[in-house]
């Protein structure tokens, strides 16, 4: 389990379990959901770390970061590779203006009013084989 996460550069993770390349960092601040998409867009329109294709992932995708054991040194069920920001946006929506976001501090993914919370956002984008 510890070759899942492979750090590229200093920028970016590859998850060799699923395929996908994380944005290591995440948004400077945080947002409300609906902001996420032009945080991505800027990312794209600045071809972060090299790449136009990132996007705002979705609840499985973010998801798939949770970790089974929380890390002693950050408190958070997310690798130790990643910063340690502790709530993220996904893309997924979930009724009227509610969307998913997760929480590593408790391990899982949650449902909130998307103008209530401000979150931060992780861009991800599917690795080239």
């Known amino acids: ?3 899942r996460f492979v750090l590229q550069g200093n920028l970016i993770i590859l998850d060799t379990k699923t395929g996908l390349a994380w944005q290591r960092g995440a948004a ?3 947002m409300v959901c609906k902001d996420g998409y032009a945080y991505i867009q800027k ?3 600045s071809k ?3 790449y136009d294709d990132w996007r705002f992932p979705n609840k499985e995708e973010m998801g798939s970061l949770i970790m089974s054991e929380e ?3 950050t408190g958070l069920y997310l ?3 990643f910063s340690s920001q502790r709530n993220l946006w996904t893309s997924t929506e979930a009724g009227h203006h509610r969307a998913c976001y997760v929480d590593f501090y408790y391990g899982d993914v949650y449902v909130i ?3 209530y919370a401000n979150y931060y956002v992780r861009a991800v984008r599917t690795a080239q084989a």
Do not use: K, T, V
């Open 48 to 50: 972060f770390a090299g």
């Open 113 to 115: 009013e998307q103008n």
């Open 71 to 73: 890390d002693r040194n």
């Open 28 to 30: 400077e601040y945080p």
């Open 79 to 81: 690798h130790s590779l």
């Open 1 to 3: 389990m510890d070759d």
């Open 43 to 45: 990312l794209n329109e």
